[in-house]
């Protein structure tokens, strides 16, 4: 036998001799440890979630999802950096420390979205509390890893890397947990405020019981009744939260807009919102509006200039075979469908809630004349975008009334691969229209996606008319080929309230200072018309 053999038979690991000193305590240490890792597990988990949640809410209010992902990850992970070193002072009373730690965590991350949503919509705050709720967040999210590496020592001692793989393990499957949780069951079920709340009521009990049971020796007089009283002052805080939640959301909302919310939802792709004034200068009657993510889709006094001007143009050429892209509101579709000669019209619109608004809500359902129990009418369901790769019939006629590119979700849908999407799916003499945003607020993002367009083979017609709630708005009427289509309206067109001829005419002319601009086209690695849009209607 060589001396190394030798050495390593007298004196064994220290994990091995720990196990044979104490063998009646190896039962109640594999349950402290698997309490420990549980902790981990839970607080990982959490972690995730409060990650995610202000993301989302950023998402959600901001539209920049990409921006806000960057701005709470980079700020969390290199505060969770500062936490750990933080920590170390706080390992000699590693169990109080930590209670106190999830007791605040469990605070903060609980209470976070609803801080950050009145900071929006109250104190236009919104950044700065940003940045500072992820840096808190993040730092409480470091000290939990080193303190509770410090109490699985005491329970057994292990090799650095062992103990190490163990934690990470634990905490990398709890950050799994979280991530699929927050998007599959808490918003589902509890919404961004109360989601949020529940998870901070579990951060809080999974650290306090593993302190209380696991450690409670460690424990001294003083630190029990402090963790007690901050248990019981968390648990209302959050408790009452949870209790006005409904109340305070409803408070908020209505501090965005400028008339009474009648109608509100938060759907599984963006919130939805309905206001409606009872008087406006002026006029008689009521304005109801309709928000996507508190952008602005039509007002009910001028939403006619808007449809008139997006689709009788286009119908000037073959229609019986009609698709629209977007227009879940139906009031596109309503203008398509007073062509007795147009055969069906197929809808492609994501949200499904959008769609059940306009069919159940009386004065939208009357502004779109009940469009979608019409029997030419066939709904679908899902992203346009990945609908067009996979579609196999062709139209005579497409219309695409979607969602401006201020958003990453959206940005796709105005990319030069896109309308190579649209132009496959065109039969012989198909034309189609685009709406395209304000040539005069955001001439960029309307010049670039012309460009888009004339790229993926279309040659394109620039028009705009002036929509009140809008603004001067932009169209882009558009066939494959080299021949811009004429800009017309169709031989035996319904009587219109706004466009006529001689309107029309008119709108293919850009003044001056809104004439062509030479911008790049955009594509899906390098979305110019996001960077264009967000630039351009910032301060609007």
């Not at 440890?33 to 995610?52: D, K, Q, S």
């Not at 699985?152 to 990398?172: H, M």
């Not at 309905?274 to 109801?288: A, H, K, M």
Request: charged fraction near 20%; charge should be neutral.
């Amino acid at each position: 036998m060589s001396s190394a053999t030798a050495e390593q038979t007298a004196e064994p690991a220290p994990e091995a001799a720990t196990r044979r000193a104490d063998p009646p305590g190896r039962p109640r240490r594999r349950l402290a440890r698997a309490g420990v890792l549980t902790a981990v597990f839970v607080c990982a988990a959490c972690g995730l979630v409060y990650e995610l949640a202000l993301v989302a809410l950023g998402s959600y209010l901001i539209g920049d999802t990409v921006g806000q992902a960057s701005i709470v990850l980079g700020v969390m992970v290199f505060a969770m950096g500062v936490g750990a070193l933080a920590a170390k002072p706080l390992q000699p009373r590693a169990a109080a420390a930590f209670a106190a730690i999830e007791l605040l965590l469990a605070l903060l991350g609980g209470l976070s979205v609803l801080g950050l949503y009145a900071a929006f919509a109250w104190l236009d705050l919104y950044a700065p509390a940003l940045v500072a709720t992820a840096f808190v967040l993040g730092l409480l999210i470091g000290a939990e890893i080193p303190l509770l590496m410090v109490l699985l020592q005491r329970i057994r001692k292990q090799a650095a890397g062992s103990a190490v793989a163990d934690l990470f393990a634990a905490d990398y499957v709890g950050a799994l947990l979280g991530g699929l949780a927050f998007p599959f069951l808490l918003m589902p079920v509890f919404g961004q405020l109360r989601g949020a709340l529940v998870v901070g009521a579990v951060n809080a009990l999974a650290g306090l019981a593993l302190v209380f049971t696991v450690f409670r020796r460690e424990l001294g007089r003083r630190a029990r009744a402090a963790l007690t009283v901050g248990s019981v002052v968390v648990a209302l805080c959050l408790g009452y939260a949870y209790v006005t939640a409904q109340d305070f959301e409803v408070t908020a909302r209505q501090q965005l807009y400028r008339d009474p919310v009648v109608h509100a939802e938060r759907s599984r792709y963006q919130e939805i919102v309905l206001t409606r004034s009872v008087s406006e200068p002026g006029r008689s009657g009521t304005d109801l509006r309709l928000y996507l993510n508190g952008d602005l889709q039509f007002s009910s006094i001028d939403e006619y200039r808007y449809h008139e001007a997006l689709v009788h143009p286009v119908l000037r050429g073959p229609h019986a075979e009609v698709l629209v892209l977007g227009g879940g509101d139906g009031l596109g579709v309503r203008e398509v469908l007073r062509y007795p000669d147009v055969s069906r019209v197929t809808v492609v619109e994501l949200d499904p809630a959008v769609v059940a608004l306009a069919r159940t809500e009386p004065v939208l359902r009357e502004l779109n004349r009940g469009a979608f129990d019409d029997p030419r009418v066939r709904l679908v369901h899902t992203d346009a975008f990945a609908w067009l790769r996979t579609a196999t019939e062709r139209f005579d006629t497409v219309v695409i009334d979607l969602p401006d590119p201020d958003e990453t979700a959206t940005a796709k849908l105005y990319t030069v691969e896109f309308y190579a999407l649209v132009r496959a799916v065109l039969a012989p003499g198909a034309r189609i229209v685009v709406q395209a945003g304000s040539p005069y607020f955001a001439p960029r993002s309307y010049w670039s996606i012309e460009r888009s367009m004339r790229e993926a083979g279309f040659a394109t017609t620039p028009y705009h008319v002036d929509v009140p709630s809008f603004g001067d708005w932009g169209f882009l009427l558009a066939a494959p080929g080299s021949t811009p289509p004429a800009l017309e309206l169709p031989a035996g067109a319904p009587v219109l309230r706004f466009l006529d001829p001689e309107t029309l005419r008119l709108a293919a002319n850009f003044p001056a200072d809104r004439r062509r601009i030479d911008v790049p086209a955009s594509t899906l690695l390098q979305p110019r018309v996001l960077e264009y849009a967000r630039a351009e209607w910032r301060g609007y």
